[in-house]
């Protein structure tokens, strides 16, 4: 009996666990715990030293990666909820905190920590029309259409509503 590729499919995350990685500066990976190994499907050695989109899914906007490295390139943490594809084609969803690692001596930062959870299936459907509109816009337009249309998107939401604030709204109302 042939056994049905796992591609395409949810994993379920453990909700009293933690997928936790470290970057340098340019996103490379620098730390994974055995949970984000776990998870992702991929060794050890095959994270340290890649660059953290390894994990990337296409369904992601490039528009979301952007507003993401702008700020926390500024120094300011950001929380996002994002796709990440595993090793073998399965995806999770999570809702990622990002932090900024600076060294203690210069004040430069030297790299980002990432602690990521699993998040609730009403908050994946929200955010998953979002970005597939995104995507769209990406694909037959470009990312700064795609940005246009966030902007305009977060407007609609409350004026004082940024991205780096939108996603934790969500998580915090739906």
Known sequence: MI?????????PLDPKRYIV????????????????????????????????SIVRHPDMPKVVFKLLWETISKGKNINAVVKNLAKDGRYYWIFTEFEIRKDTDTGNIIGYH???????????????????????????QSVAASQKYLINFLKEKGDDIEFSNIMEEIHRFY
């Open 114 to 140: 990432a602690s990521r959870k699993t998040i609730s299936k009403h908050v994946i459907e929200i955010i998953a029309d979002l970005y597939a509109k995104l995507l769209e816009i990406e694909k037959t």
């Open 21 to 52: 990685s470290e970057t340098d500066e340019k996103g490379k990976i620098t730390f994974c715990n055995d949970y984000f190994m776990e998870i992702s499907g991929y060794s050890k050695e095959e994270l340290l030293g890649a660059p953290h």
């Open 3 to 11: 056994k049905p590729s796992p591609r395409n499919e949810e994993i």
